[in-house]
């Protein structure tokens, strides 16, 4: 029985693998566009910033522009690498306190720039999960960026953790942003699917590679006008099994 079931796994994996890689090749054409943007923008500044008669001030703002340009595009390959990893790295305990904590750190210079502000709650102590670290932290700063994202400036931010079960969890990632129309919903999680100019359309396809991964899921909740909430689920693990 135990071979049927990791037999089983393993055959998941590779179609879930395959279809990425189908999913990849058709967008191939729209990567290709995603990069050419930032990294014309940011070569346009740059041969600029060559003028000997570019004062200052103006200099600044073309670094300051070009640097956004690259950031994007550093964005962009990230959010590609880790749709195409599958979300999943490695498989260790995560005691969701650290979790947090390293997200709170990671999030911290962004929250900082836009002027924002993001509010940690209180949870139960003793929770755990099981997976790669780096890509949950990954999934979690991808949905308070997005969260900060459609405000723009001044965005206010609530992560919450829910034990919604013996067995499961939420992260909750909440704005009070203008949140998503109905028909939009179905489609926020498709690659590439975006309304913001300056996103990559990827942000949200990797949250779900990354939830599915491991062996959880993403969902959202809005209403337009008063901003949504996205929750990553994810299964618990007993304190014995890491103990």
Do not use: C
């Not at 990849?24 to 930032?38: N, V």
């Not at 911290?108 to 002027?115: A, D, H, K, L």
């Amino acid at each position: 029985l135990i071979q049927d079931v990791s037999a089983a796994r393993h055959l998941q994996e590779h179609i879930n693998r395959h279809q990425r890689l189908h999913s990849m090749g058709e967008m191939a054409a729209s990567l290709a566009h995603q990069i050419r943007t930032p990294l014309s923008s940011a070569l346009l500044y740059v041969s600029q910033m060559n003028s000997e008669h570019l004062d200052r001030p103006k200099r600044e703002q073309f670094v300051g522009k070009a640097l956004n340009s690259l950031n994007h595009l550093e964005a962009l390959v990230k959010d590609m690498l880790q749709y195409a990893k599958g979300g999943k790295g490695g498989d260790k305990e995560i005691m969701l306190k650290d979790l947090i904590t390293s997200l709170e750190q990671s999030v911290e210079s962004q929250v900082q720039v836009s002027n924002s502000s993001i509010r940690f709650n209180a949870f139960v102590p003793g929770l755990a999960v099981t997976g790669d670290k780096d890509a949950l932290i990954t999934a979690l700063q991808n949905l308070v960026g997005n969260a900060i994202d459609v405000v723009g400036s001044r965005a206010e931010v609530e992560v919450t953790v829910n034990k919604i079960s013996d067995d499961k969890v939420d992260i909750v990632v909440s704005d009070k942003g203008p949140g998503i129309e109905i028909e939009r919903l179905e489609k926020i999680f498709e690659p590439f699917y975006t309304s913001r100019a300056k996103g990559t359309g990827l942000g949200l396809a990797v949250v779900r590679a990354i939830a599915e991964a491991h062996s959880g899921e993403v969902w959202v909740k809005s209403i337009v006008g008063y901003g949504s909430q996205f929750g990553l689920r994810l299964p618990l693990i007993s304190i014995k099994e890491i103990a």
